[in-house]
DNA sequence: CTGAAAAGGAACTAGTGCTT
DNA sequence: AAGCACTAGTTCCTTTTCAG
């Protein structure tokens, strides 16, 4: 055995090399347990004398003295060929049928109404060439018909020859043998075309237009149609009939067979045909022009989520796949991955865990805290973690190293709460467990499925959205005009301090989170836009006049991480995603603003700008804006409905 | 984190020229 | 004609790199 060395020269030797690179107990253990194989099926790496890579394996068998035996892989193509592809059958078949002489192929009654259509338009167009002069392809096509039919008539007999046709029955030639024929006389000369004619001296034509067209000229006609009515087609698909899905075999034959001819290079490993088809990891589906996520990644999804969800703490690492993960889900809308900025706040906030310092060592302590709280220096006889953040000292929460004058001394320990950034232990905030728990729900939903093309884009003609802030009030206001039809607006007000219970990390005075309230009035926006044009999927985008550049930036890119602002831009990308509304804020000074400005500041009562009218006013809660709770009323209020609406809402 | 593409390498095959 | 050595090319597979 050329190159293998002395260790392949017997199963003695293999096992011998194993022994001295492994040591004689592992292999013994693994063989003792070893059920077939040994280590595996797969075998393990060796590396032969001359450096070439192989595997080996070991199988039990009791007919060698040492009860194994060495098995080199070695690639084994010399397999036998199932009945079906044998030649010598195949052969015979055909010739029993055509034992004796004078048979004659006969159309079918559909075959010949078509030979005789294909005669007619050949000849037509054969006639009008010869009248212009171009005797060659007039030539060409005056023949088409006859090799037509004598290569539909081959057709038939393969089918005889491959098996497909049975030996008892006349050979008769269908419409679709004559279609199959037809096509492939066409690919035919459009190849013979790129060979010897003009086209085949110019390198451009063989890889683009005439190949392309060679190509188009079949899998058009056949896919066209198709897509027309794609409604009927996923019925209509697994009762194809057999002739229709050889037409289809024929067809990616063609593809397959032009590529080669061109040397036009085939993934094989990934090449796929059909309507539906997984690329880039995603699941597409070229009749319905839409996409969704594939079973198994939504599956992985939910898996990962729930096992994140199950436990109370999680680590860094954990958290790090999972938000990755999200990122790669997320390309699906773009404006959900604000979601993710609570996942990286948790990512970098790690847990934090309680020390103490004897309070003889107080000055010392303090000493090795630096300004922004953070532990700078190793204190003798307290492992307190380097780098960590001091939360809380006695219980007292600590914004600067200032507060540590305000705790008082006692003769007791002195306990501190810090955090230790080399742990990778982390706790999900309330945050980002609403939000996992929702993709969980997500994962487990039956399939969505998003259409790949967008509708066109719709624009009334004109709507804003504009927030105010005044001490402890909070004022949203915006509108929509379309036409004639008088104006749809809402202006809302709400009190800081009720929304303070409700989101953490609001400031106390209103004005200081302006942003987020210019975010909220674009949610109110969105929502009176989905309620114009409700249950439609409609993609609109909303170039929204909005005068603060916070709101304006939020709003483009959908992704911050500061809080609370991070809290409103996650709500709007939410509703966006809800409601198919895609917002694109430009900042556009201009009267409408002016408008909406005053509608955030209208207070019940007030007069409303010229054009806007009470009865047309769209009321907004708390509950619509933030928790997505759909406004379905029934009315009168004293009719009862039978069953008990499913609630939707988020909290 | 993802999938695609590029790169790299092993195993194999076909063709060629030479010798016996 | 058969066998051998060599080369060029193909196929299959894995690893690395790249881009989002």
Redesign the pocket.
């Known amino acids: 055995m050329l190159g293998l060395g002395d260790m392949a020269s017997s199963p003695d030797a293999a096992a011998e090399l194993w022994k001295q690179k492994h040591g004689e107990d592992v292999f013994e253990d693994w063989f003792t347990r070893c059920e077939e194989y040994e280590p595996s099926a797969m075998g393990y790496g060796v590396t032969l004398l001359d ?4 595997r080996l394996r070991f199988r039990k068998t009791s007919d060698h003295p040492q009860g194994y035996q060495a098995e080199w892989r ?2 084994n ?1 010399n397999f036998p060929l199932p009945e079906s592809l044998q030649l010598q059958p195949a052969i015979e078949r055909v010739m029993k049928y055509f034992s004796k002489p004078h048979q004659v192929i006969e159309l079918d009654a559909d075959a010949q109404a078509w030979q005789l259509s294909y005669q007619g338009a050949l000849n037509v167009q054969s006639h009008i060439l010869r009248e212009r002069g171009d005797v060659e392809l007039g030539a060409r096509l005056g023949a088409a018909p006859w090799h037509c039919g004598v290569l539909a008539g081959l057709l038939a007999v393969f089918e005889l020859f491959v098996g497909v046709h049975p030996t008892d029955m006349t050979l008769k030639v269908s419409r679709h043998h004559l279609q199959r024929a037809f096509q492939i006389l066409k690919l035919v000369h459009k190849l013979k075309d790129i060979a010897l004619g003009e086209a085949g001296s110019d390198p451009e034509a063989v890889r683009g237009g005439y190949a392309r067209e060679a190509l188009g000229a079949r899998s058009c006609a056949v896919s066209f149609p198709r897509f027309a009515n794609f409604t009927q087609v996923e019925a209509g698909m697994s009762q194809a009939s057999g002739a229709e899905a050889a037409a289809g075999q024929n067809e990616e034959d063609m593809i397959i067979s032009v590529c080669q001819c061109f040397n036009i290079p085939l ?2 490993a ?1 090449l796929q045909f059909g309507a539906r088809v997984v ?3 995603w699941s597409f589906n070229l009749r319905s022009h839409s996409f969704h996520l594939p079973y198994e990644k939504l599956e992985k999804l939910g898996t990962m989520l729930s096992t994140l969800l199950k436990g109370e703490f999680t680590t860094r690492h954990e958290l790090e ?1 999972v938000a ?2 999200l ?2 889900v997320f390309q699906m809308h773009k404006l959900l991955k604000p979601w993710l900025s609570c996942l990286y706040d948790d990512m970098r906030r790690p847990v934090a865990t309680s020390y103490s310092v004897e309070p003889s060592q107080r000055i010392e302590f303090i000493s090795c805290i630096s300004d922004d709280l953070l532990i700078q220096r190793q204190l003798p006889g307290a492992a307190l973690p380097l780098g960590g953040r001091l939360l809380s000292v006695k219980h007292q929460a600590l914004r600067s190293k200032a507060d540590l004058r305000r705790v008082g001394i006692s003769p007791k320990r002195i306990w501190l709460r810090i955090t230790n950034p080399a742990s990778s232990k982390r706790r999900l905030s309330h945050q980002s467990k609403v939000f996992l728990r929702y993709w969980q729900q997500w994962a487990q939903m039956p399939f969505f499925s998003r259409p790949l093309a967008m509708p066109p884009r719709w624009l009334p003609d004109a709507f804003a959205a504009d927030a105010c802030a005044s001490g402890n009030k909070i004022g949203i206001g915006g509108f929509i005009k379309m036409g004639d039809a008088p104006a749809v607006w809402f202006s809302e007000v709400f009190s800081l301090r009720s929304l303070q219970k409700l989101i953490s990390d609001l400031p106390s005075v209103a004005q200081e989170a302006i942003t987020c309230w210019e975010t909220l009035a674009q949610m109110g926006l969105v929502l009176l836009l989905a309620s114009c044009f409700p249950g439609g999927r409609l993609k609109i985008c909303v170039p929204s006049w909005c005068d603060n550049t916070g709101a304006e930036s939020t709003s483009n890119k959908l992704f911050c991480t500061s809080l609370p602002l991070a809290f409103f831009a996650q709500k709007l990308s939410l509703l966006s995603w809800h409601t198919g509304i895609s917002l694109d804020v430009h900042h556009v000074a201009g009267f409408e603003n002016t408008i909406a400005d005053h509608l955030s500041r209208w207070m019940e009562g007030e007069e409303l700008p010229s054009g806007f009218s009470l009865d047309d006013r769209f009321r907004l809660s708390w509950e619509m804006l933030w928790h997505f709770k759909p406004d379905v009323r029934i009315w009168p209020e004293s009719h009862g409905l039978l069953w008990q609406p499913q609630s939707f809402a988020f909290s």
């Open positions: 450096g070439t890579l192989t070695v690639a193509r993934s094989w990934k690329w880039i990891g796949i990755g993960y990122q790669w």
